[in-house]
C-alpha cells in the first residue's frame, strides 16, 4: 500500500483508476484509446465532463466550460491574450514561480504589467494583503494555491476589475463563488484527472473582446467554446477519465464533504507539524495551503532516518520541489485521511526517538 | 471483433492496449495516472519515446524531438512562428482541409503566405505538382497526407527553401528522409498514441532564430526542447502510450516492414475498388492515401444495404467525413490486413447481391 503525497500529476480515487483501466480495453466494443473524438459516445462523454463542472461548482448562468490542451502554462497566455483590452495593462499578485511566470507571459504579449503586491521579500512564505488596486487595468490576476511554497489565498482580492485565477492546484478541493471571477483555468492534474487537459471556465460576456493583434484561433476562447472543446481533436483520455474523477467526487457528497475532509487532513498534519519540535512549517500560519503543507526538520541531520522511516511506511512523493528542498505533503482531494494519519504516526515515532 | 477503420484517433496494436490499461492499474507500484512527471521512471519514459522516435524514423544528428500538447491546430501557429524570418512572406501548398487551417493560421501571424499551389479546384481531390517556388521565402510548408480527401503527397516537393511538413495522419507508416526537413510536426493520434501528445522534430539550427515578436514561452521550440519536453507537465499517459507504440513498431520489424504491409493493405483495398463496378475512388490514382482510401457507391440508393452490411461484418468508423460523405477506410499502422480482407469480403459480396 503506498501513500501518495505527490504534488502532481498525483492520486485519483482507486476506482476511477479501474474503471479508467477497463475502458482501455474496452468502451462499448473499442479502446477509449481508439474511439473517434467526433463519435457520438465521446461526445456524450465530453459533453457529461463539462456538465459536471458545472455542477460541482455550481457555476452560474452566464459561464462557460471547455478544456484544452497546454496546461497552465499555455494558460498563462491564453488567459492575457483574451482579457487584454484597451489600457494593455493588468495587475499580477506574485506569490512565487507559477505566479511569476504568468506574470512573464503576459509581458511577452504585450500586457504593461503592474506587480500590485509580491511576497518575494520572504522567499514567497506568505500571501500579500495589504495592497491597493488602482483603476484603469484591464485586470487581475492571481495564482489561488502556490504548489512549491505550500501558500494558499483563503480570501479572494478585492477588485472591481474582472478577476483571473490560475486554480490549477485547488479547484475541486473547495467551495468557490464562480461569480467572482471573469476567468479560471486549472491544469487538471491535481484534483481533476490525469495530465494532458486544461480546464477554462470563462463568463460568456468577455468572449471576443480582445485588443490583441496576436490570436492564433487555438489561443482564442470564443473559438474554443463555440466549438465545445471540439475546435481539433482533445485530449480524449484525460477528458474522460476527469468525467470518470467528477463523478466520483459528485456522488461523494461533491465539493462541500470533500472541503470537509480536506480541512480535516489538513488539520491533522498542521498540527503535528506545530506541536512537534523537530519539525516546522515554512508558511505563515494564516496562509497555509490545505492541499501542499511544507516544512522542515529542525535539525538537518537527521534527514536520512527520517527519509528511511517514511520510505518504510509507504508514503512516497514528499520530498520538497527541488527550488526548496525540505518535505511537501501534497494532500490533494483523493489522499486518504488514513495516509495523513500514516504520515502523522512516522512523525511521532520519528520523534519519540531522535527528540 | 470490430474491424475499426476510424480516420483517428485510431486503431493501436492490442497488446499496447493491454500494456496501458495494465499501467493505468499499476506501474512500479502506483497508476501511471498519478506519477509525477518528474520521477525518474517517467523520466526514463520520457528519454525512450524520444529515442525510439529516432531510432525508428533514422532521424539523423543535429535534430531533436520533442512533445508538446495542442495538436496540429496549435502546430500550425508554433510551425510559422519558429520558422519565421526576415522575409515574413512563406509557401503553402494547399491540399485541403488542414492545410487550409495551416495557411490561415500562419497568416494570423503576420505571415504573408505565398499558395504555392492548391487542388481546390477539384475539391482537393489530387496532389499539385506543377509549381514553381520563387526564392525569398522563409519556409516551405505542406500536409504530406489528407484524411479528409484520402491524398497523399508520395514525393515532397523540391525547394531550396526550408521544408516544413504537417506529418500527422502518416508519420511512423513509410520510410521519410528526416534530413529533407527542418521542421516535422504531428498530431499522435494516428500512428504513433492517443489523442493528447504532438510530436515535433527539429533541426536544431532553426531554433531560436524566428523573427516573430509575438513568442509564448509555451510556443517557442527552441525552450521546449532545451527543456526536452518538460517545460511544464506533460501529457504523460499519452507519452507513455505512445512509447509502447514505438516499442511495438520496433519490435515488428520497424518502418520498412510495417510500410510493406501498408502498401498492401493499400493494394488490396484500391485492386478491389478499381475493378469493382459498383464503387469509386475519389481522388487521381497516383495521389491516392495508403492512410485513408475514399471512395462513393456509384448508385447511391445503394447505401442503406452496404451499410446494413459492413456493420454486420464488424467495420467501425467507415462513413466518409462530414463534409465529403462517401466512405473513407482508414488503414493506419495497426489495423491489419485481415480487417481489410473483411471490408473487400463485404464489397464483393454486396456486388454479387446488387450487380
Given at each position: 500500500m503506498k501513500h501518495n503525497?505527490?504534488?502532481?500529476?498525483?492520486?485519483?480515487?482507486?476506482?476511477?483508476?479501474?474503471?479508467?483501466?477497463?475502458?482501455?480495453?474496452?468502451?462499448?466494443?473499442?479502446?477509449?484509446?481508439?474511439?473517434?473524438?467526433?463519435?457520438?459516445?465521446?461526445?456524450?462523454?465530453?459533453?457529461?465532463?463539462?456538465?459536471?463542472?458545472?455542477?460541482?461548482?455550481?457555476?452560474?448562468?452566464?459561464?462557460?466550460?471547455?478544456?484544452?490542451?497546454?496546461?497552465?502554462?499555455?494558460?498563462?497566455?491564453?488567459?492575457?491574450?483574451?482579457?487584454?483590452?484597451?489600457?494593455?495593462?493588468?495587475?499580477?499578485?506574485?506569490?512565487?514561480?507559477?505566479?511569476?511566470?504568468?506574470?512573464?507571459?503576459?509581458?511577452?504579449?504585450?500586457?504593461?504589467?503592474?506587480?500590485?503586491?509580491?511576497s518575494e521579500d520572504k522567499n514567497f512564505s506568505y500571501i500579500p494583503k495589504d495592497y491597493s488596486i488602482p483603476d484603469e487595468l484591464d485586470f487581475v490576476h492571481f495564482t489561488s494555491n502556490n504548489t512549491i511554497y505550500g501558500t494558499q489565498f483563503h480570501a479572494i482580492p478585492k477588485t472591481n476589475s474582472p478577476l483571473i485565477c490560475d486554480m490549477s492546484s485547488d479547484i475541486f478541493s473547495k467551495e468557490i463563488n464562480v461569480a467572482d471571477f471573469?476567468?479560471?483555468?486549472?491544469?487538471?492534474?491535481?484534483?481533476?484527472?490525469?495530465?494532458?487537459?486544461?480546464?477554462?471556465?470563462?463568463?460568456?460576456?468577455?468572449?471576443?473582446?480582445?485588443?490583441?493583434?496576436?490570436?492564433?484561433?487555438?489561443?482564442?476562447?470564443?473559438?474554443?467554446?463555440?466549438?465545445?472543446?471540439?475546435?481539433?481533436?482533445?485530449?480524449?483520455?484525460?477528458?474522460?477519465?476527469?468525467?470518470?474523477?467528477?463523478?466520483?467526487?459528485?456522488?461523494?457528497?461533491?465539493?462541500?464533504?470533500?472541503?470537509?475532509?480536506?480541512?480535516?487532513?489538513?488539520?491533522?498534519?498542521?498540527?503535528?507539524i506545530d506541536s512537534n519540535p523537530l519539525f516546522k512549517g515554512t508558511v505563515a500560519k494564516e496562509d497555509r495551503s490545505r492541499m501542499n503543507a511544507t516544512f522542515l526538520l529542525e535539525d538537518e541531520s537527521h534527514q536520512e532516518i527520517f527519509d528511511k522511516m517514511w520510505k518504510e511506511a509507504g508514503v512516497v512523493g514528499l520530498p520538497g520541489h527541488r527550488s526548496t528542498g525540505g518535505y511537501r505533503a501534497s494532500m490533494y482531494n483523493a489522499l486518504p485521511l488514513e495516509s495523513v494519519q500514516v504520515l502523522v504516526d512516522v512523525i511521532k515515532e520519528f520523534t519519540k526517538k531522535n527528540g
Amino acid at each position: 500500500m503506498k501513500h501518495n503525497f505527490g504534488a502532481g500529476p498525483c492520486i485519483l480515487p482507486q476506482n476511477v483508476f479501474k474503471e479508467a483501466a477497463s475502458a482501455v480495453m474496452d468502451f462499448n466494443g473499442l479502446s477509449i484509446l481508439e474511439v473517434s473524438h467526433r463519435h457520438k459516445d465521446f461526445v456524450a462523454v465530453m459533453d457529461e465532463a463539462m456538465d459536471l463542472v458545472k455542477k460541482a461548482l455550481n457555476v452560474p448562468a452566464g459561464y462557460s466550460v471547455a478544456y484544452l490542451q497546454g496546461g497552465a502554462t499555455l494558460g498563462f497566455t491564453i488567459a492575457a491574450l483574451n482579457m487584454m483590452r484597451d489600457n494593455k495593462k493588468a495587475g499580477y499578485i506574485n506569490t512565487g514561480t507559477w505566479a511569476t511566470g504568468a506574470i512573464k507571459e503576459a509581458k511577452k504579449i504585450g500586457i504593461d504589467v503592474n506587480v500590485l503586491a509580491s511576497s518575494e521579500d520572504k522567499n514567497f512564505s506568505y500571501i500579500p494583503k495589504d495592497y491597493s488596486i488602482p483603476d484603469e487595468l484591464d485586470f487581475v490576476h492571481f495564482t489561488s494555491n502556490n504548489t512549491i511554497y505550500g501558500t494558499q489565498f483563503h480570501a479572494i482580492p478585492k477588485t472591481n476589475s474582472p478577476l483571473i485565477c490560475d486554480m490549477s492546484s485547488d479547484i475541486f478541493s473547495k467551495e468557490i463563488n464562480v461569480a467572482d471571477f471573469d476567468l479560471i483555468y486549472a491544469g487538471a492534474q491535481k484534483n481533476l484527472g490525469p495530465a494532458g487537459a486544461t480546464l477554462y471556465i470563462v463568463k460568456d460576456d468577455v468572449l471576443g473582446k480582445s485588443t490583441s493583434p496576436f490570436m492564433p484561433t487555438y489561443l482564442d476562447l470564443k473559438q474554443q467554446i463555440e466549438k465545445e472543446s471540439m475546435l481539433n481533436t482533445p485530449p480524449v483520455f484525460s477528458i474522460y477519465v476527469a468525467m470518470l474523477n467528477l463523478r466520483d467526487l459528485i456522488a461523494n457528497g461533491g465539493i462541500a464533504a470533500i472541503e470537509a475532509k480536506n480541512n480535516a487532513k489538513a488539520a491533522l498534519l498542521y498540527q503535528e507539524i506545530d506541536s512537534n519540535p523537530l519539525f516546522k512549517g515554512t508558511v505563515a500560519k494564516e496562509d497555509r495551503s490545505r492541499m501542499n503543507a511544507t516544512f522542515l526538520l529542525e535539525d538537518e541531520s537527521h534527514q536520512e532516518i527520517f527519509d528511511k522511516m517514511w520510505k518504510e511506511a509507504g508514503v512516497v512523493g514528499l520530498p520538497g520541489h527541488r527550488s526548496t528542498g525540505g518535505y511537501r505533503a501534497s494532500m490533494y482531494n483523493a489522499l486518504p485521511l488514513e495516509s495523513v494519519q500514516v504520515l502523522v504516526d512516522v512523525i511521532k515515532e520519528f520523534t519519540k526517538k531522535n527528540g
